[in-house]
């Protein structure tokens, strides 16, 4: 038997519910297992809402990294860096970061 798939939708968004105990507000970071994307509403808790995994995004970067354009980057409790460990994958920066900038630019995937 053949694997197969049925289209669900473009997959610039997924459904995702707030299993915190927080609401999670519009254009924040959201941690789903190894993806990482931007909430695109206000989720209440125990609520479903759309999570952005495509686009680009300026994103809270960790702070004193210099980043050069077209680099892989990562996310971690201070933000976007370019150091992998244990950080799930972002994306790909489109634009230099600078050590003193507070974002970076990042095409989410």
Not at 51 to 58: A, F, H, N, R, T
Not at 63 to 73: C, M, P, R
């Amino acid at each position: 038997m053949a694997n197969k798939g049925s289209y669900v939708n473009t997959g610039y968004t997924i459904n995702y519910i707030n299993e915190t105990n927080a609401k999670i507000e519009a254009g924040s970071v959201v941690k789903i297992g190894d993806l990482v994307g931007i909430a695109a509403c206000d989720i209440d808790v125990k609520a479903l809402g759309a999570v952005s995994i495509s686009g680009v995004y300026d994103i809270t970067k960790k702070s004193g990294e210099a980043i050069e354009a077209g680099k892989l980057v990562y996310y971690s409790d201070d933000g976007v860096t370019a150091t992998a460990g244990s950080n799930p994958r972002v994306g790909y920066t489109v634009a230099k970061a600078l050590a003193g900038d507070s974002i970076a630019r990042v095409r989410l995937g």
